[in-house]
């Protein structure tokens, strides 16, 4: 079973800010946070990767509280190519080597 | 660099017909994997290798099989193909496994089965 848990889809206007949060509560210590992000017809592709507190780049943010059972990846200000799946992923499933996905959050964003 | 290269971007096959879906990266990569995508829905795992000669089964291995001869390909074959196997497929590669990787994903291959 995946190791997080995301709303299955929202919409969005364009040059609003999007918040999509994903929950973890069975994090491992040593676990990394990895947002993927897949548009149609191509393969997921890394954005941002966080452990705490609060990480940014140029694409987004991520923002991690202090017990880590949770966190939120921001995008500023969308536009209609933002529309797209966004995978929260959780390190490997405990005692294996799989990366295990959830269904992920399908943005769509509208003009 | 190319990444992680698929092939064929799109097959179709009649229902019994085996294929391989070839996957190669340059990135000297320890880890691959195979992953299917049915329509609307995520990523589920089918196998994965964590080195050369060593694999093992994801999510849904039934109906796949894999080997890893090298460390840059890891190919997916289907031994005897069937309509619940249209699908896309996507494969993955990382450098390594566990804290704060990051998986590298090829284009996909849609794969139709009549």
């Known amino acids: 079973l995946a190791k997080t848990t995301q709303p299955i889809s929202m919409d969005s206007y364009e040059g609003q800010e999007v918040n999509i949060t994903c929950s973890h509560n069975?994090?491992?210590?040593?676990?990394?946070i990895t947002w993927y992000q897949q548009f149609p017809s191509q393969g997921p592709r890394f954005i941002i990767q966080?452990?705490?507190t609060k990480v940014t780049n140029e694409v987004a943010s991520l923002f991690i509280p202090a017990d880590r059972k949770s966190s939120t990846l921001s995008l500023p200000r969308v536009s209609l190519s933002d529309t797209a799946v966004y995978y929260c992923?959780?390190?490997?499933?405990?005692?294996?080597?799989?990366?295990?996905f959830g269904t992920g959050t399908r943005l769509k964003v509208l003009a | 660099n190319a990444g992680v290269t698929q092939t064929p971007k799109f097959q179709v096959l009649k229902t019994g017909q085996s294929m391989t879906l070839q996957c190669a990266q340059d990135?000297?990569?320890?880890?691959m994997s195979w992953y299917r995508q049915d329509p609307g829905m995520g990523l589920r795992l089918i196998h994965y290798?964590?080195?050369?000669?060593i694999t093992d089964q994801g999510e849904v291995p039934n109906g796949y099989n894999v080997s890893r001869s090298t460390t840059e390909d890891f190919p997916l074959r289907l031994l005897s193909a069937a309509p619940s196997q249209t699908s896309v497929y996507f494969c993955?590669?990382?450098?390594?496994w566990g804290i704060g990787e990051k998986l590298f994903f090829g284009s996909g291959t849609q794969l139709s089965v009549l």
């Open positions: 993955a590669s990382s450098y390594s």
């Open positions: 966080g452990y705490k």
């Open positions: 990135m000297n990569h320890e880890y």
């Open positions: 290798s964590v080195g050369a000669g």
């Open positions: 069975n994090i491992a210590t040593n676990d990394y």
């Open positions: 992923l959780v390190g490997l499933t405990s005692g294996t080597y799989k990366y295990i």
